[in-house]
């Protein structure tokens, strides 16, 4: 998962960028990051998908690459500001157990998974 801040990049001519290790504090920043950059998608239009439904699964997403310390995830910073996250993960491994409640949750109007894991 990517996601970069349009707005903070658009001088990085006159500032520096700096690349460093994601980091447990730097979550909740790249979780937003993240799901803004994921709401401009088109396929997150056509499922109606919203900021909540997308924050549980950025969220765990994230979190479990920021308590990893061999972790490759990066966060891009300009003068001190999170600008971009690139969030390494192994996306093979589920993310919870398949009878916890946040695939119960997970649903649409009509009853449907939003997110849909192959096994």
């Known amino acids: 998962m ?3 801040q349009p707005s903070s990049l658009a001088n990085t001519a006159h500032n520096k960028v700096t690349f ?4 447990p504090g730097q ?5 937003d990051l993240l799901i803004n950059s994921f709401l401009d998608e088109p396929h997150c239009h056509t499922l109606q998908f919203t ?7 950025v969220g765990i997403h994230v979190k479990r690459a920021a308590q990893q310390s061999k972790s490759l ?5 300009i003068d001190g500001e999170i600008v ?5 993960d192994d996306f093979t491994k589920p993310l919870v157990p398949e009878s916890d409640d946040f695939y119960k949750k997970a649903v649409n109007a009509l009853g449907q998974y ?3 894991m192959e096994t």
């Open 51 to 57: 900021e909540d439904d997308l924050a549980g699964v």
């Open 2 to 4: 990517t996601a970069t």
């Open 73 to 77: 995830s990066t966060v891009a910073l």
């Open 84 to 88: 971009a996250v690139f969030n390494l």
């Open 114 to 116: 939003k997110i849909q």
């Open 27 to 31: 979550v909740p920043k790249c979780v």
């Open 20 to 23: 460093v290790p994601l980091t």
